[in-house]
């Protein structure tokens, strides 16, 4: 039973940003855990200004997480807004870090007692990653939630397309 898709939004416009200041810390907790979740891993890769986290789910009945953060304006993200490879270079250089994750919590029993496949979400800039996580990681991933993203390449989607077969 994957989260409703409010809780979802609310991880992927709010708490993954939320997360990166200390102050905030205490809403981020009282956030995971009204609604069953816990971080289990942190991608932060600030060459690239990548970040995602990847949430453990306390409900053996919710597959876990993985949320990457959107655009962030205010560091000057916004001129990737109009590339037509948008998030492909974030992917590339976090891809290894992202499947291991994906692969991993999919079959630790002590975190994931259902072995569930995790779900995956992004916001903005994070939503065309997350497309691009869906397109590579086809079955291994469960589903792909995305809120005001961009679309992606049609190369990608064409991956996708293959990869679903």
């Known amino acids: 039973m994957t989260a409703s898709p409010a809780v979802y939004e609310a991880l992927a416009k709010s708490i993954v940003f939320l997360n990166q200041k200390p102050n905030a810390q205490n809403q981020v907790s009282r956030f995971l855990d009204t609604n069953g979740y816990y971080i289990d891993r942190i991608f932060d890769d600030r060459e690239t200004g990548f970040y995602a986290i990847g949430f453990g ?7 876990p997480a993985l949320v990457f953060r959107g655009t962030d304006f205010i560091d000057g993200d916004a001129i990737f807004s109009d590339s037509s490879d948008i998030g492909l ?4 250089n976090n891809r290894d870090s992202i ?33 691009i996580v ?14 005001n993203s961009p679309g992606v390449s049609q190369s990608t989607f064409n991956t996708f397309r293959r990869n679903l077969s």
Do not use: M, R
Not at 111 to 118: A, D, E, F, V
Not at 134 to 147: C, K, L, N, R, V
């Open 89 to 92: 270079p974030e992917f590339e």
């Open 57 to 63: 789910s306390s409900d053996p009945k919710q597959p």
């Open 134 to 147: 869906a397109t590579e990681y086809t079955s291994i991933t469960g589903d792909i939630f995305t809120f």
């Open 99 to 131: 499947k291991n994750w994906i692969t991993q919590i999919s079959q630790d029993t002590t975190k994931n007692p259902s072995k569930l496949l995790p779900d995956v979400i992004g916001h903005s800039w994070g939503g065309a990653i997350a497309q």
